[in-house]
């Protein structure tokens, strides 16, 4: 027995399907054949296989639901509650990799419960469906792979679509390995690129917010102060509120005090009418009891008086049906005294009919009796004409065989001298040596070709190369110029964005500050802007920025006087009569707008920090200041801060929008440049693309050519290697046909002499066998008359048998008919005697309950007498309580009006009090506020406060008016500060991940290019490899012919497969037109390559060979021992030759209606056991 590098050791079996009982099977040897009949379970064990290596699919594994795997249960077995599928490997040789390749032994496990869940191992380590996958990945060795071929399968892979057919081929390559590969890659690749935009929306969002943080910082301050403020009005208020509800409270627990009083004092005297109107009901209680108890004797004696008459009726009724009854019965006795004479008539004529029949039946069975006597007697001679004759035939029959197979023999060797003369001569040796030269100058010439079309693909194959990298790298600088578009896009459209909220905002205060001249004039503002000033100057002008820039103020005041209208408020500047100098430490104007700003910087000086403005206050002069860009300002004895100073704000406002103007236009030519750089880029990309997808096409079409030389090539050679065999083979055949042809000619001239004689011997035996035959029928003439006598005579005898029959069985019926009348007759009297005594009875209970109910009438009127007494007495006890309860009902409702009034003033009072309690918990609340701002409210002043009608008015408008202030400041962040710093470290660790994960998905690329050379490479290789085995595998099944695969695309990476194949005497057709036989062969060769280029350690082939006849049979039968040296077989068969190529054998059985059993059985054991 060989050893394989890897094979299948035992297979067990739990509760799988139709095995309900643990089963093991060894499988010891090489070839293994699993037998049995239809139905028994066999296929069963292919799906096992195919179960435990991952199958997922109830289709695939024949059923509805994955368990409908478990056993299902039988007549007299339980259903199962898992099944359990082992599967052994010896690994001995260690061609499994990964962690288990350390074992000698594999044991694969799977079990599936009835929750649905399946649970995989592996040498009793739990693994995942997955792990098992993995672990055959390249073997060969899977669910769905060529290494298990179930019933039809065979066919479907001829079938099979070029991608299906790729698949295959991929599998025995090892190229299914790479294929999980690069689906990881790729699924991460998704992942990642998922990440990347993920982070990049995060980042964007981060930088809005901080944008968002810093403006909101500036508004904090101003909140605080609004809300100090607010909290102390609301202190006051709650204050107020809380005296108010105090008052309200008091008084109205004084005014529940009084109602109380008057409520006790009404309920008083409702007391004592309710004790009258208790007597005059005890009263009325004891009459209507009394009352109660006669109108109880009444009822009592209405209903003894309906029993009594129901009584009457009940026996009235009960009499008439028993006198009902007595009459049917008596007419029913009438009819069956009639029909008991007539029935005792018909047995009297039925018993001489009988004795009639007896007579005439004894009579036939005499005559039946004679008439068989004579057939036997002619039947006996008809018998022995019979003998005589099948002797003279046999005797007659072995000559005429030897004729036949004479004659038989002489035409078959008269066809074969005719044949052998027929046949042409050998071809003349010049006519070889020209095919000859022909096939040499063909082969050379179809050489050069191949070698020139291969360098021109290997040429075209490298410029696409080239194309494709160029085409890369452009792609990758397309992109970074169109990153760089969008990024300067982004940059203009948050400056055009900064832009128009600028311009908003200062042209709503433009709008607010209208000109005060009566003409539009330019401010100091806009012109301090323009000369792009320090924002200091807005903390020195204040509020005199906003000032009307004119060109004499003396005009101006002249104009003022002649309209006779002067403004009440506003500022105006005019150049003064001398240039203005500032100092080395103030900040410098230009020319223009120096003289403007003396008057103001005369007394306003820069100072760089609060620090230094404190220590040289000393040196200011009377009403001089130190203004510092913060907006601080320092005299000689104060120092102070502007809660708001709108002027520097503006000014920076201004300012901040010429600078935004200037970087616009900047903007927009930068992202105009960019953009016009990356169309030119994707142009370039899209040339380079299209140059690589035309060299892509010339490389397949050189290579399609390339692969059609190779194909004509190999073709001629094997044509040549046909011609030469056929040459040699046509001289050792026609040598062996002239020493044929002698011998068939001795051979005829004896045959000759044979049939003569034979001849002679066949018309001597067949006269004798005629004589026979004329004898043989005149005896079948006589036997024929003689049977139908005899027949004739026992359909008589048998026609009055069963007349006789018949008689005795209607006499049986009459005589059982008449002892049911005889009983029902004597029934019938006894129970007319029953009737008569029930009768007297019922007269006698009809005179009792007549008595009965006159003396209950006379009860009856007594007692309606005493009722209508009752009834007046306790009308004269109602009159009188029903005045009673009138005044009751008068009083109640006095007294419900009092409880109203106290409810409804408790009802104000707990009002008050609640308010009195909410007005304190909010004055507690917000004096708390108060205490942590370090400020304590004055209870007197309050008290004075509450006293005061309009006070609540006056501060609801107070507070409202600082709500409006808040509001008008819009959402206030307190976190601001503490926000953005968080929000700055975030952005930059979001910055390092971003390219990190760049990092990482230019590293997944670069795998998935490797993977896909890699790929490239090992299927083509496999491809020729396979191409080189499947057709000497064809023709060795099919005796000649040639197979070949070809691929449907140039791309070797994604090219399906297809299959041609030309059995010998055909051309080469579609494989849907070849017959089943030729299919299934076309398929075994393909399987049969794949195994050679690629062994799995087993094939499993169930009923492969059902199509085919015995000569391919045996065809088949030698390729499968000859592949067991590398490979382990197990096959289901039906097939007595595929059986007797089977180093053991496996039997199914199922003895017990749906449960399978096994029976093994080691040939080649046998066979030793046999011998010895």
């Known amino acids: 027995m060989h050893a394989t590098a890897m094979r299948l050791t035992r297979l067990y079996l739990a509760g799988f399907k139709s095995f309900a009982t643990p089963t093991e099977i060894a499988l010891p040897a090489p070839l293994v054949a699993i037998v049995g009949p239809n139905g028994c379970g066999k296929s069963n064990l292919i799906d096992a296989v195919r179960w435990v290596l991952g199958e997922s699919s109830a289709k695939q594994l024949r059923g509805q639901a994955l368990d409908d795997v478990i056993f299902a249960g039988s007549g007299g077995r339980p259903p199962a509650s898992q099944a359990v599928v082992e599967l052994g490997f010896d690994n001995s040789e260690r061609r499994l990799t990964g962690p288990f390749s350390a074992y000698d032994q594999i044991v694969i496990r799977r079990s599936l419960g009835r929750d649905g869940q399946s649970r995989y191992s592996i040498n009793q380590t739990k693994v995942r469906r997955r792990d098992v996958i993995d672990l055959f990945l390249g073997t060969g060795v899977g669910a769905r792979s060529y290494s298990v071929i179930e019933q039809g399968q065979i066919n479907r892979i001829v079938d099979a679509r070029p991608e299906e057919l790729r698949a295959y081929l991929e599998e025995a390559a090892g190229i299914s390995l790479y294929r999980e590969r690069r689906r990881e890659t790729e699924s991460r690749i998704s992942q990642t690129q998922e990440n990347l935009s993920r982070l990049s929306d995060l980042a964007d969002e981060l930088g809005r917010q901080q944008n968002q943080l810093e403006r909101q910082a500036k508004t904090a301050e101003r909140y605080r102060v609004l809300q100090k403020k607010w909290r102390r009005q609301v202190a006051e208020q709650a204050a107020v509120q809380h005296i108010l509800a105090t008052r309200a409270h008091e008084t109205l627990a004084a005014r529940l005090t009084e109602q109380q009083a008057d409520l006790t004092r009404i309920h008083a005297e409702g007391e004592q009418i309710n004790r009258l109107i208790a007597d005059l009901e005890h009263q009325r209680g004891a009459v209507q009891d009394e009352l109660r108890q006669l109108q109880s ?3 009592e004696v209405a209903a003894e008086r309906a029993q009594v008459t129901g009584r009457l009726g009940e026996l009235a009724a009960r009499q008439e049906a028993i006198e009902q009854q007595r009459q049917d019965d008596r007419a029913q006795q009438t009819r069956l005294a009639d029909r008991i004479e007539q029935q005792r008539t018909e047995r009297e004529a039925l018993h001489q009919k009988q004795q009639t029949l007896e007579t005439e039946r004894t009579q036939a069975q005499e005559q039946r009796a004679l008439a068989q006597a004579e057939l036997r007697v002619a039947d006996e001679e008809l018998a022995r004409l019979r003998a ?9 029959a072995t000559p005429q065989q030897q004729l036949a197979a004479r004659q038989a023999e002489r035409a078959t060797l008269l066809r074969q001298h005719q044949r052998l003369a027929a046949e042409p001569a050998a071809r003349d040796q010049p006519d070889q040596d020209d095919q000859r030269r022909r096939f040499a100058e063909q082969i050379a010439q179809l050489e050069t070709q191949h070698s020139e079309e291969q360098a021109r693909c290997d040429q075209h194959q490298e410029a696409h190369r080239q194309a494709v990298a160029d085409m890369e790298r452009q792609t990758q600088a397309a992109e970074q110029a169109q990153d760089i578009a969008h990024e300067r896009i982004r940059t203009r459209d948050g400056l055009l964005a900064e832009r128009n909220g600028l311009e908003r905002l200062l042209s709503h205060t433009k709008k607010q500050a209208a000109p005060r001249t009566g003409t539009p004039t330019e401010t100091l503002m806009q012109r301090l802007a323009t000369a792009q000033a320090d924002p200091w100057w807005g903390h020195v002008l204040g509020a005199q920025i906003e000032a009307d820039c004119i060109p004499d103020l003396d005009a101006l005041h002249a104009a003022w006087t002649d309209s006779g209208q002067q403004p009440n408020a506003g500022w105006w500047v005019a150049p003064a009569a001398e240039t203005f100098e500032a100092s080395s430490s103030e900040p410098v104007l230009s020319d223009e707008l120096g003289p403007w700003l003396a008057d103001w910087q005369k007394t306003r000086h820069p100072a ?3 620090t230094e403005a404190l220590a040289r206050r000393a040196e200011l002069s009377p009403g001089h200041v130190f203004v510092l860009a913060d907006g601080w300002q320092v005299g000689r004895h104060w120092m102070g801060r502007p809660a708001a100073d709108q002027a520097a704000i503006h000014l920076q406002q201004q300012t901040r929008l010429n600078t935004i103007r ?24 899209k040339q380079t693309r299209q140059r690589a997808d ?7 079409e050189a290579h399609q050519t390339c692969s059609r030389l190779a194909a004509t090539l190999a073709d001629v050679h094997r044509k040549q290697e046909r011609a030469e065999q056929q040459w040699a083979d046509e001289s050792a055949r026609r040598t062996r046909q002239e020493a044929e042809r002698q011998r068939i000619e001795a051979e005829l001239v004896q045959l000759d002499e044979q049939i003569a004689e034979t001849e002679r011997e066949v018309a001597a035996r067949n006269a004798a066998r005629n004589r026979l035959t004329e004898q043989q029928q005149e005896a079948e003439r006589l036997v024929q008359e003689r049977r139908r006598a005899s027949g004739a005579a026992a359909q008589q005898a048998q026609t009055l048998e069963r007349a006789c029959d018949q008689n005795r069985q209607q006499g049986i019926h009459i005589d059982q008919a008449l002892a ?3 009983a029902q007759w004597q029934h019938i009297d006894q129970r007319l005697a029953e009737f008569d005594d029930k009768a007297l009875a019922l007269t006698r209970q009809l005179e009792e309950a007549r008595a009965a109910q006159g003396s209950i009438e006379q009860r009856q009127q007594a007692l309606s007498r005493q009722e209508a007494e009752i009834l007046a007495k306790q009308d004269g006890l109602t009159r009188v309580l029903n005045g009673h309860l009138a005044e009751r009902t008068a009083h109640q409702l006095k007294e419900q009006k009092a409880q109203t009034d106290v409810q409804a003033t408790a009802l104000q009072v707990a009002q008050a009090e609640v308010h009195a309690t909410h007005t304190a918990e909010t004055r507690a609340a917000a004096e708390q506020q108060l205490a942590d701002d370090q400020e304590i409210l004055d209870e007197t002043a309050m008290q004075r406060l509450a006293d005061i009608p309009q006070i609540e008015a006056a501060q609801k408008g107070e507070r409202l008016n600082l709500e409006q202030q808040i509001a008008r400041l819009g959402p206030v962040n307190l976190t601001a500060i503490a926000a953005y710093e968080e929000v700055r470290g975030r952005k930059a660790e979001l910055d390092q991940q971003m390219a990190d994960v760049q990092a990482a998905l230019d590293q997944l690329t670069d795998a998935i290019r490797t993977l896909d050379r890699q790929t490239r490479a090992k299927f083509r290789a496999v491809f020729e490899a396979v191409n080189e085995r499947l057709t000497p595998l064809f023709e060795r099944l099919f005796g000649g012919g040639e ?3 070809d691929l449907t695309d140039g791309d070797e990476l994604n090219a399906g497969v297809t299959l041609f194949a030309r059995p010998p005497g055909k051309k080469t057709t579609q494989l849907s037109l070849l017959s089943g036989g030729e299919r299934s062969l076309t398929a075994v060769a393909l399987i049969f390559a794949l195994f050679q280029l690629n062994p799995a350690p087993f094939c499993i082939l169930d009923e492969v060979d059902a199509p085919l006849d015995e000569a391919n049979v045996g065809r088949f039968c030698a390729m499968v021992s000859a592949m067991s040296d590398r490979v382990q077989f197990l096959f289901v068969t039906h097939n007595k030759t595929t ?9 199914v059985t199922m003895r017990e209606a749906g449960v399978s059993r096994i029976v093994s059985v080691d040939v080649d054991r046998a066979v030793q056991l046999l011998e010895s």
């Open 297 to 299: 004797r009444l009822y």
């Open 388 to 396: 005589d004759w099948l002797q003279a035939n046999e005797a007659l």
């Open 608 to 610: 760089p920090s609060l």
């Open 662 to 685: 200037d970087e616009l236009v900047a903007a927009e030519h930068s992202a105009e440049q960019a953009q016009e750089q990356a169309r030119n880029l994707w142009a370039e990309v």
């Open 694 to 700: 035309a060299l892509a096409l010339k490389e397949r």
């Open 820 to 822: 049911r009348d005889q």
């Open 1043 to 1045: 197979a070949r695969l």
């Open 1139 to 1147: 059986m007797a190529s089977a180093s053991a054998l496996v039997g």
